[in-house]
């Protein structure tokens, strides 16, 4: 099982490489990737991401090593029949407002993951979460440090985070061997 990804060393990471990409919006493009894309590579994504990047300079490569770890989680949660995938977005040791900023960055690059990959489908339900999180992606992020504030926005990032599950084992069933009730008995 993997872990969460840490906030705080990722964002590190790509601020060090040749991108206007914040690290939320870029794992969302991630994510909006793997829900249509049958087999991403790492370049992939970082060829959506980052301008340029010199291997030879000691911190591009250490940050382009951080980033393959990103993939390879991502590519892991969204795997796990455990539902054990989360966005890549300021934790609580921040304040409110930066992890409501980094939810909308997150949905931005999400939808724009989805975009660059045409998504195609007639589902309903899964249209209309990609509406939802399209609406998430342009809430006005100022928000006061709260208790109900805090519990609306973690209960938006479980709606966005079980969406984004639901999008992609939609669009992308799993490959998991499933054992049907039947054979149980």
Not at 94 to 115: H, I, K, P, S, Y
Not at 138 to 148: G, I, R, T
Request: hydrophobic residues 40%; proline residues 3%; aromatic residues 8%.
């Amino acid at each position: 099982m993997s872990q969460p990804i840490n906030y705080d060393l990722a964002k590190d990471a790509i601020q060090k490489l040749n991108t206007d990409d914040t690290i939320s919006s870029a794992h969302g493009l991630l994510c909006g990737f793997y829900c249509v894309k049958q087999d991403i590579q790492l370049d992939d994504w970082l060829n959506e991401v980052i301008v340029t990047i010199d291997l030879q300079n000691l911190l591009e490569k250490e940050s382009h090593q951080v980033l393959a770890e990103i993939f390879n989680n991502t590519s892991e949660q969204l795997a796990d029949p455990t539902l054990n995938f989360w966005p890549v977005i300021a934790d609580d040791m921040c304040t409110l407002r930066e992890q409501a900023n980094t939810l909308v960055e997150w949905c931005q690059g999400f939808l724009v993951g989805l975009g660059l990959s045409s998504v195609e489908t007639t589902d309903e339900e899964v249209l209309e979460m990609i509406k939802d999180i399209s609406e998430i992606a342009q809430l006005d992020a100022d928000l006061l440090d709260s208790e109900e504030n805090t519990q609306d926005l973690y209960e938006i990032v479980e709606f966005v985070r079980i969406g984004v599950l639901f999008i992609q084992e939609t669009l992308q069933p799993s490959k998991q061997d499933f054992i049907s009730p039947t054979q149980l008995h």
